[in-house]
C-alpha cells in the first residue's frame, strides 16, 4: 500500500485482501441480451439454475422416441427422480432434462433427447445420470461488464460476507 503511514489501516487492508482471496474462488460468466447493461461493476447479483441432486446412473438399453429404457436395477416408481442427463462419447454431457418415470426401468423424456445417444452393441451404450432438481441460488458480485453487439457477456465472482 504505497503511502500507507498507519499500521491499523495497513493491517486492515493485508486482512481484507487475504479473506477476499481465499473466500472468493468461484467465478461465473454468461451472456445474455441488451438488458445486460443494467447491472454495474461491483454490483450484487443474484444467479439461479435448476440443479439436480444425482441419485443413480447407468446406461441407456434401449431408445424409442422419447421413451428410454435404461440399464438400473433401481426401483424407479417411488417418485423422487425428475432429471436426466446424458454423457456423449467424449465425455461431454447433454442439458438437464425433464422426464416421467414409466415403470422400474422405463422413462419418457419430455424434453427432446439428443440425436446422438447411442443404445447399439458396437460401442459402449450411452450413459446417463438422474436425480431431482432443485433450484439453486447463489450471490455473486459483478466484476465484468463487456458489450459486444447486442450480446453482453458479464463475468461475477461469488459474495462472502465473511470477507467483511
Not at 113 to 138: H, Q
Request: glycine content about 8%; hydrophobic content about 35%; proline content about 2%.
Amino acid at each position: 500500500m504505497w503511502g500507507c503511514t498507519s499500521e491499523s489501516v495497513a493491517l486492515g487492508m493485508a486482512t481484507y485482501l487475504y479473506k477476499q482471496d481465499r473466500a472468493r474462488r468461484k467465478s461465473i460468466e454468461f451472456k445474455t441480451d441488451i438488458q445486460g447493461l443494467i447491472p454495474q461493476f461491483l454490483d450484487r447479483i443474484a444467479v439461479s439454475h435448476n440443479l439436480p441432486e444425482w441419485g443413480i446412473g447407468g446406461q441407456v438399453s434401449y431408445i424409442n422416441g422419447n421413451y428410454l429404457t435404461l440399464t438400473c436395477s433401481y426401483d424407479l416408481t417411488d417418485g423422487v427422480y425428475d432429471s436426466i442427463m446424458f454423457r456423449d462419447a467424449n465425455g461431454s454431457v447433454s442439458d438437464v432434462l425433464s422426464m416421467v418415470v414409466i415403470d422400474s426401468n422405463t422413462v419418457e423424456v419430455t424434453g427432446t433427447v439428443p440425436a446422438w445417444l447411442y443404445d447399439g452393441e458396437e460401442f459402449d451404450k450411452t450413459n446417463f445420470s438422474m436425480g431431482i432438481s432443485n433450484t439453486f441460488v447463489k450471490d455473486y458480485i459483478v466484476i465484468s461488464v463487456k458489450p459486444n453487439g447486442n450480446e453482453i457477456a458479464i463475468t461475477a465472482t461469488n459474495y462472502d460476507e465473511t470477507i467483511y
